[in-house]
């Protein structure tokens, strides 16, 4: 990808810091607080390091109790802070534009770079539980690291593909600021596991759609993009996902879509570049 454009400065550099952190109860109770992070996950699931949903997830919810932190947090490298910057500055000029064209005004997210543990508005923020947006604070929580997981783990390499990354999580601070978010929330609370889960994944493809009006309307796209974007959206498919945990598929409980939805979520908003064709969520 190619961006022209200055980096953004809404953007947090925590990586290298040290120390244990509370994971705390927080005042939506469980349910709430699992919603918020489970409604801005980027899919991984299973029992991986990089598990962001079920099993990371019920460990979450325990009030109290600290997270152990690795030795030696890794600093960013300077490389892949100014890409992380120029990526989330190039979203603030597409949705900037966006808003302004419905009669609105966009009040951007803020990336936080983080190693390993760190803190969010809405609890711990761990390596393990993959990039995710926050809405109590509105900001992005990425450990850079999952970058090279992406690629090494995933077989989805590329700026391109850790660009989406990105664009996803922006994508859940979008449905933020227009009440989608709260919306699925409440549909959630009167809802069985398996209709909630439904929700979720309106919730997920609908971010996804939203990476791809992004891509389209930025301007950064370069041959082979598209394509590492589409790899990437494919290798963290929930069917995918438990296939390679479980070894078996259990539609009920996707909570991100599959990879075919997930492909087709993303397809949809570079086709379009139009927000209003990501009509998955309620």
Same mark, same amino acid.
């Given at each position: 990808m190619r961006f022209d454009g200055p980096g953004s400065s809404n953007f947090e550099d925590r990586t290298g810091q040290s120390g244990g952190l509370s994971l705390g109860g927080g005042g939506g109770g469980l349910f709430g607080l699992l919603f918020q992070i489970v409604a801005s996950k980027f899919g991984i699931v299973g029992i991986l390091i990089l598990a962001l949903g079920y099993c990371a997830l019920t460990q979450m919810g325990g009030s109290g109790g600290v997270v152990g932190q690795k030795e030696g947090p890794s600093r960013l490298d300077p490389a892949t802070g100014q890409f992380m910057t120029q990526v989330l500055?190039?979203?603030?000029?597409? /949705?900037?534009?966006?808003?302004?064209?419905? #009669?609105?005004? =966009?009040? +951007?997210?803020? @990336?936080?770079? =983080?190693? &390993?543990? &760190?803190?969010?508005? !809405?609890?711990?923020?761990?390596?393990?539980? #993959? +990039?995710?947006? !926050?809405?109590? %604070?509105?900001?992005? =929580?990425?450990?850079?690291?999952?970058? %090279?997981?992406?690629?090494?783990?995933?077989?989805? +390499?590329? %700026?391109?593909?850790?660009? =989406?990354?990105?664009?996803? $999580?922006?994508?859940?601070?979008?449905?933020?600021?227009?009440?989608?978010? %709260?919306?699925?929330?409440? *549909?959630?609370?009167?809802?069985? $596991?398996?209709?909630? &889960?439904?929700?979720?994944?309106?919730? $997920?493809?609908? *971010?996804? !759609?939203?990476?791809?009006? /992004?891509?389209?309307?930025?301007?950064? @796209?370069e041959a082979g993009d598209i394509e590492e974007g589409m790899r990437a959206a494919e290798a963290i498919g929930d069917d995918t996902l438990q296939k390679q945990t479980q070894g078996r598929i259990v539609p009920e409980s996707f909570t991100h879509g599959s990879s075919a939805q997930r492909m087709e979520a993303l397809q949809r908003g570079l086709k379009s570049g139009n927000?209003?064709? !990501? &009509?998955?969520?309620?």
């Open positions: 500055g190039s979203t603030e000029q597409v /949705w900037g534009e966006l808003f302004r064209q419905a #009669g609105g005004q =966009y009040k +951007p997210t803020t @990336l936080v770079a =983080y190693s &390993n543990a &760190n803190q969010s508005g !809405c609890g711990a923020a761990q390596a393990a539980m #993959g +990039p995710f947006y !926050c809405p109590t %604070d509105q900001k992005i =929580y990425i450990d850079p690291q999952f970058f %090279d997981e992406l690629s090494r783990r995933f077989q989805a +390499p590329g %700026d391109a593909a850790a660009a =989406y990354v990105i664009a996803h $999580e922006v994508g859940h601070h979008i449905q933020n600021l227009e009440g989608t978010l %709260d919306r699925a929330r409440t *549909a959630q609370a009167s809802s069985s $596991e398996v209709a909630g &889960n439904q929700i979720q994944v309106g919730v $997920e493809l609908q *971010a996804d !759609c939203y990476a791809g009006v /992004w891509a389209a309307r930025s301007g950064a @796209l927000p209003a064709a !990501c &009509n998955y969520a309620r």
